[in-house]
Structures are given as C-alpha cells and as structure tokens.
C-alpha cells in the first residue's frame, strides 16, 4: 500500500490524484495512514490548506472539458486513474462539443483558469449546465467551487488508487 512506498514513489502515486505539488508532498509527510478512512479524511484536511496558488497548480494537472485530446496528450501521468472522469463527453454530439468548447474559452478568460467538475458521471449537457451556471460568477466563488470539485476528483482518484495497489 502507499505507506510502503519511498518518498518519491509515493509523491508519484498522490501526483496521479493531485498535481499541486505542496498537496503531494504534505500527504507523503503524512504516513502512514491506518486505514483507507484516514487516508481519504487526511486527503481532505490537507487540501483545506491549499493556497491559491496550490489550487491553480492543481487545476493545470486537467484536461479542459470537452477536449479529449488534451486529456491523452498532456499529463499523461493521471491517465490511468482519470481515463474514465470525461467518458460522459465521448457520447456527446457535435453541436454540444462545440458549445461546451467555446463555454470552456469564455470561462478561462473570465477566470485565468480552466473549468473544473468533477465530470464522473455526469454527461456533456451536464456539464455544459454547469458551466453556465457557473460562469456569471466572480473569480473568488469560482476558485472556491472548483477547489471543491476538485477535491471530489481527488477523492476518486484516491479511491481508485487504494484499489489498484490493493
């Protein structure tokens, strides 16, 4: 399990879950975990401690919704356990791709960051709602609303992780 992995094989395993640096390393620091409750509940108290720029690192780690490309070709190193978070996107059709697309662009002007859901389940016009609700926010509620995406991204991951070194 990940208390039996090095220092750096560990920061490697957190990486695939979270790509803020500080994160990673805070919870390497945090070994060993009792049980997989405590791993899961440390995850979370340790995010709570994210600055800002902490949550920006983290939200570079993603592909924009919507451009499964970007998901294959950049951070390659979250493939195996984030294969699955945009497969709800894979079904859309073109005309809410598109939409989606230019939604994500408006987002990322407005805010400095890309859009960030937790996609697990959740279809393209599920998302693309999303992210219309999401956008006449100010940049502050975004940075908290994809903070706490992001943490339910983190939990999957960790979730899944826990099972594929089980």
């Not at 620091?29 to 509940?41: A, I, N």
């Not at 890309?114 to 996609?119: M, P, R, T, Y």
């Not at 992001?150 to 999957?156: A, D, E, S």
């Given at each position: 399990m990940l208390n039996k992995l090095t220092k750096e094989q560990a920061i490697d395993a957190f990486m695939q879950c979270n790509t803020s640096?500080?994160?990673?390393?805070?919870?390497e620091?945090?070994?060993?975990?009792?049980?997989?409750?405590?791993?899961?509940?440390k995850a979370d108290e340790v995010w709570a401690l994210s600055t800002k720029a902490d949550l920006l690192e983290?939200?570079?780690g993603h592909p924009e919704i919507g451009n499964v490309s970007s998901l294959r070709e950049k951070y390659r190193n979250t493939e195996k356990l984030a294969g699955h978070e945009q497969s709800g996107v894979n079904t859309a059709n073109e005309d809410t791709l598109q939409v989606?697309?230019?939604?994500?662009?408006?987002?990322?002007d407005k805010f400095g960051f890309?859009?960030?859901?937790?996609?697990t389940g959740k279809s393209a016009e599920e998302m693309l709602q999303l992210l219309q609700q999401r956008?006449?926010?100010?940049?502050?509620?975004e940075?908290?609303?994809?903070?706490?995406e992001?943490?339910?991204?983190?939990?999957?991951r960790l979730k899944k992780l826990l099972e594929e070194k089980a």
């Open positions: 640096h500080r994160w990673c390393e805070r919870m620091q945090s070994r060993p975990f009792s049980d997989s409750q405590s791993l899961l509940e983290a939200f570079e989606l697309a230019q939604g994500n662009n408006d987002y990322k890309i859009f960030i859901v937790c996609a956008l006449p926010n100010s940049r502050n509620e940075l908290e609303n994809a903070a706490e992001q943490r339910k991204i983190t939990q999957i």
